[in-house]
C-alpha cells in the first residue's frame, strides 16, 4: 500500500515571500501521478499542480512550481510571491494508475500568509 | 455552473437513522468517487465506481453503499449510523484512463448526534 507523508502540520509566511511544503510518499510503483490540492476555509477542494512520474521535468503552475525527485520520493510545493489568498490546507496526493484510480492523501499542512 | 455538486452541504441526524447524500457531475466524467474528512483533516478514499467496476476501500463498513441510477450521478448511503461518522463527506470524479485529474465537489458536512 500507498504511503503519503506530509511532515509540516503548520506552517506560515509572510506575503510576497516564498514557501515550500514537504511532500515524501512510499510505493513500489513505477507508474504513478502526484498531486498538490488546497483546501480553504471554504473547504472546496481545489487542484494546484500535477505530476506524472514519468516526466522528469517539473511541473509548474504559475507562482507554483514542484521539486520532484523520483529516486527519493519526494514531490514538494513552492509557492513563490505568496499571496494571502494562499492561505489553505494543502494536501499532496499520490495516485497509482489503473485500481480504481484512488487519490492517497497525506496529512496536510496548514498555510498562514501573513500580511 | 457547478461541475461537481452535492446535496445536502450540511446533514444533522441521529445515531441509528438512515440518510443519503447526492453527487452529480456535469463533466461527462466516467468515474466518481467518494472520500471521507476526518476532523483532523485526514483525507481518504471510500469508493471508485465507472460504469463497470466498483472498487471498495477494504477499511469501509457495509453500512455505507454508493448508488448510481447513472453516469451523472453517485450517491451515498448510510444506513445505522454512528457518532464516528461524522466527518465531510467528498464525492469527486475523472475522466477514466488513470491520468486524469479528479474534481471535487464542495463537501458534505454530517453530524451524528
Known amino acids: 500500500a500507498q504511503t503519503v507523508t506530509q511532515s509540516q502540520p503548520e506552517m506560515s509566511v509572510q506575503e510576497a515571500e516564498t514557501v515550500t511544503l514537504s511532500c515524501t510518499y512510499d510505493t513500489s510503483e513505477n507508474n504513478y501521478y502526484l498531486f498538490w490540492y488546497k483546501q480553504p476555509p471554504s473547504r472546496q477542494m481545489i487542484l494546484v499542480i500535477r505530476?506524472?512520474?514519468?516526466?522528469?521535468q517539473n511541473a509548474t503552475e504559475n507562482r507554483f512550481s514542484v521539486n520532484f525527485q523520483k529516486a527519493a520520493k519526494s514531490f514538494s510545493l513552492k509557492i513563490s510571491d505568496s499571496q494571502l489568498g494562499d492561505t489553505a490546507m494543502y494536501f499532496c496526493a499520490f495516485m497509482k494508475r489503473g485500481a480504481g484510480n484512488m487519490l492517497t492523501f497525506g496529512g496536510g499542512t496548514r498555510l498562514m500568509v501573513k500580511p | 455552473d457547478t461541475a461537481v455538486s452535492q446535496t445536502p452541504k450540511y446533514l444533522v441526524t441521529q445515531m441509528g437513522n438512515d440518510k443519503s447524500i447526492k453527487c452529480e457531475q456535469n463533466l461527462g466524467h466516467d468515474t466518481m468517487y467518494w472520500y471521507k474528512q476526518d476532523s483532523k483533516k485526514f483525507l481518504k478514499i471510500m469508493f471508485s465506481?465507472?460504469?463497470?467496476?466498483?472498487?471498495i476501500n477494504e477499511t469501509v463498513p457495509n453500512r455505507f453503499s454508493p448508488k448510481s441510477p447513472d453516469k451523472a450521478h453517485l450517491n451515498l448511503h448510510i444506513n445505522s449510523l454512528e457518532l464516528g461518522d461524522s466527518a465531510v463527506y467528498f464525492c469527486a470524479s475523472s475522466r477514466s484512463g488513470g491520468s486524469d485529474t479528479q474534481y471535487f465537489g464542495p463537501g458534505t458536512r454530517l453530524t451524528v448526534l
Open positions: 505530476q506524472e512520474a514519468y516526466k522528469q
Open positions: 465506481y465507472n460504469n463497470k467496476e466498483l472498487i
